[in-house]
């Protein structure tokens, strides 16, 4: 049960990645079944900034994630594909799913080459998990979130 | 570190503070259903949609239903994130697409490399539009000596009283 559940979370995510995904408070209840409420609000963070920062970017670090850690074996083959795949501008963002993501190990410079542009990781990665620190607030309790525009 | 970032830092960063969020994932189920090939070719080539019935947002999350079905890997409907889940977990599908994948590669290289349509030269053209032209002259020609119909006449007309003409054809054409 807590596999299938933390598989229905990664494909929480993979929704956010192809902006298909249900807004947090809808799903936090079926999200943390198991009890692994601070799991489900890491990737409610990246819903939430994918919303308040710039989404391209966000997804762009969704996808340098799935590609690097949903798996541990190294997929040379499948990597050779889908790199061959984003020099050509013959995939979009919205085309992939952590599946075919999931061993290619995806370098900054194919990341960027998938977003359309360069950006800083490090800077936008800082400001994930401050939104995090600002939406949970230490407490574990959900404090006020818009997400009406 | 700012936008002049050098290419050092950027190896350097892994986004290794996010790898909690991957963890316990590494690992193969068992599944009783499996996706057919039909939604296996769909899901590869990137036709199967996140929610055939729900507009965009998947219905995994949508209906408790749909949510239980997902987490006891028994599904009616197969949606994109469905399939991708479950490849990602299910050994016998991973190898099925993997095939699946590989035969389609094979199939658009080949279609890539196909060299282009040879452009016909001005005299083939010339002639294939001379042999249009004089079918189209021999189907007028053979239209105007097909023998008219004659229409038919109406003896009853003539029988009331009605004055009835009739015309003297010549042999071919008038």
Redesign the interface.
């Known amino acids: 049960m807590e596999v299938r559940i933390e598989l229905a979370r990664l494909a929480y995510a993979e929704n956010i990645l192809r902006c298909t995904n249900e807004p947090p408070e809808m799903v936090e209840d079926l999200l943390s079944l198991d009890g692994e409420l601070e799991k489900a609000r890491r990737w409610f963070a990246f819903a939430e900034a994918k919303r308040r920062f710039d989404p391209n970017i966000v997804r762009g670090l969704l996808v340098y994630l799935f590609s690097r850690y949903t798996s541990t074996e190294f997929d040379p083959h499948k990597r050779e594909q889908l790199v061959r795949e984003i020099n050509a501008g013959r995939v979009r963002m919205r085309d992939l799913t952590i599946e075919r993501l999931a061993g290619t190990r995806l370098s900054w410079e194919h990341i960027f080459r998938l977003v359309g542009y360069q950006f800083n990781p490090t800077r936008e990665k800082e400001k994930i998990k401050e939104l995090y620190l600002q939406l949970y607030s230490g407490n574990g309790a959900f404090t006020e979130v818009s997400y009406g525009r | 570190?700012?936008?002049n970032?050098s290419e050092n830092?950027?190896?350097k960063?892994?986004?290794a503070?996010?790898?909690?969020?991957?963890a316990?994932?590494?690992?193969t189920?068992q599944y009783k259903d499996h996706p057919d090939q039909d939604i296996l070719r769909a899901?590869i080539a990137?036709r199967l949609l996140?929610?055939p019935r729900a507009g965009?947002?998947?219905m995994?999350?949508?209906e408790?239903q749909a949510?239980e079905a997902?987490?006891?890997?028994r599904l009616v409907r197969w949606t994109?994130?469905?399939?991708?889940?479950h490849?990602?977990?299910c050994q016998v599908c991973q190898q099925q697409?993997m095939h699946l994948?590989e035969s389609r590669?094979r199939f658009l290289a080949l279609a890539r490399t196909q060299p282009p349509r040879e452009q016909r030269s001005w005299r083939q053209r010339f002639a294939i539009g001379a042999m249009a032209g004089a079918a189209v002259v021999a189907v007028i020609f053979a239209l105007w000596l097909w023998p008219p119909v004659p229409s038919p006449i109406d003896l009853q007309q003539a029988i009331d009283g009605g004055v009835m003409v009739v015309y003297r054809a010549p042999g071919r054409r008038f």
């Open positions: 570190m700012d936008d970032y830092d950027l190896q960063e892994t986004l503070d996010f790898t909690g969020l991957f316990d994932l590494d690992k189920l899901y990137n996140d929610a965009r947002v998947g995994t999350f949508r408790e949510f997902f987490l006891q890997g994109r994130s469905d399939v991708a889940m490849v990602l977990t697409v994948r590669w």
